[in-house]
């Protein structure tokens, strides 16, 4: 499809949702860069929603980051947080809005990598200024759910309708213990899953101590040093007895079979309440500096929505992919697409006709990747 037709086809979707009764609503904002008013720029996103305090109001809110891989790993030396980490200034902003909008904790997490400890001292190795995080938040905490970490116990959380390939998940009590779940995204492409974004993201929520290729075969390990790529992404081994087995031992080893197939089924298991993605700048080609051909980009877009699946469709478009296409096509070209496996597992809707943008048009958003 070229960029004309594309353009066609996303007129020609808008057309339709206006036409007929939508089943999402999805925020579109311009940003072009992190010295703009982050809070002002987020705020007015979360307008266009309706607003978020009716989410939060008196509720423990729990925030998914997107610190994937090492600190240490940068691409071409620049910033993490301009390139594949989640921004420190985009993070510090949509805390400060959640607490002015009544929430009674905010809590920031991620699974770092490779190691258990505080998930300040990560944020810290990683460039950040803590100190101004909790100056922007009066009610935050941080949880590193690598392992049991601060909440000292685990949960296990159930795939509604049974699971793709597990039947539930065994994670950090942190997302069991809140009322509103949110995923702070970046816009990114993944070499594995096709597309890195807001479900994609709670792709870190499995603890390394239980699903890591370091894990305990009995108890969890308590010191994850590794990845989960035997037990998520080839299924090599099971994860510790602390969670249970596949459904399947039969069933595909490949990763892109997989992997689209894990992250709907944690969205379906640990709900997403609100989306947001940040295209300011970001990388095109791949989730992160070990992946071959990336580029530095800047979409200059924001993007938020109730919706995962919705959310996540109206930012494979402003990529310049169909949100919709089947393995073999796209971006997904090599793998299956998880926008319609969440989409099955009745988490929300991937097209776009059914979609309403408000904010900047879409055809006005839409930003090419890498192929």
């Known amino acids: 499809m070229t960029r004309k037709e594309f353009l066609a086809s996303i007129a020609a979707a808008g057309a339709a949702a206006g036409s007929a009764r939508s089943s999402a609503v999805v925020a579109l904002g311009r940003c072009v860069s992190y010295e703009e008013d982050q809070v002002a720029q987020l705020g007015a996103l979360f307008d266009k929603l309706g607003g978020i305090e009716k989410l939060v109001k ?3 809110v729990t925030v998914k980051l997107n610190l994937t891989g090492s600190p240490g790993l940068r691409f071409q030396g620049r910033p993490l947080g301009v390139t594949h980490y989640t921004h420190p200034k985009h993070a510090a902003a949509l805390a400060h809005l959640l607490a002015k909008a009544g929430a009674r904790r905010v809590r920031l997490v991620e699974s770092a990598w490779a190691t258990a400890g505080p998930l300040e001292e990560f944020m810290l190795d990683a460039g950040w200024n803590v100190r101004a995080l909790r100056s922007a938040c009066p009610v935050l905490e941080f949880e590193n ?44 492409q ?15 929520i499995t603890p390394a101590s239980i699903y890591g290729d370091d894990a ?7 010191n994850p040093e590794k990845g989960r790529v035997n037990v998520c992404h080839l299924g090599k081994r ?17 990763p892109e079979t997989r992997m689209p197939r894990i992250t709907a089924e944690l969205a379906a298991a640990r709900p997403i309440h609100l989306t947001v993605i940040d295209g300011i700048e970001t990388v095109s080609g791949g989730e992160g500096p070990w992946i071959r051909g990336l580029k530095p980009v800047r979409p200059g877009v ?45 988490l929300g809707t991937a097209d776009l006709s059914r979609i309403e943008v408000r904010g900047l048009p879409l055809e006005e958003a839409v930003f090419p990747f890498a192929g």
């Open 216 to 222: 305990g075969d009995g108890e969890p390990n308590e």
């Open 58 to 60: 008196n509720k423990t």
């Open 238 to 254: 099971q994860p510790a007895a602390a969670a249970e087995p596949e459904r399947d031992l039969s069933s595909s080893r490949e």
């Open 190 to 204: 993944h070499d594995t899953c096709g597309v890195t974004l807001g479900m994609k993201n709670i792709f870190g």
């Open 145 to 188: 759910t690598n392992a049991k970490g601060r909440t000292g116990r685990y949960v296990r959380l159930k795939v509604p309708g049974g699971g793709l390939v597990y039947p539930s998940y065994t994670l950090n009590a942190a997302y069991d213990e809140t009322d509103v779940f949110v995923s702070l995204a970046k816009l990114k």
């Open 302 to 346: 924001l993007i938020a929505g109730f919706d995962p699946v919705a959310t996540d469709a109206v930012a494979t478009a402003v990529m310049g992919f169909n949100p919709r296409a089947p393995r073999g096509e796209g971006v997904f070209k090599k793998c299956d697409n998880t926008l319609l496996l969440a989409e099955k597992l009745g």
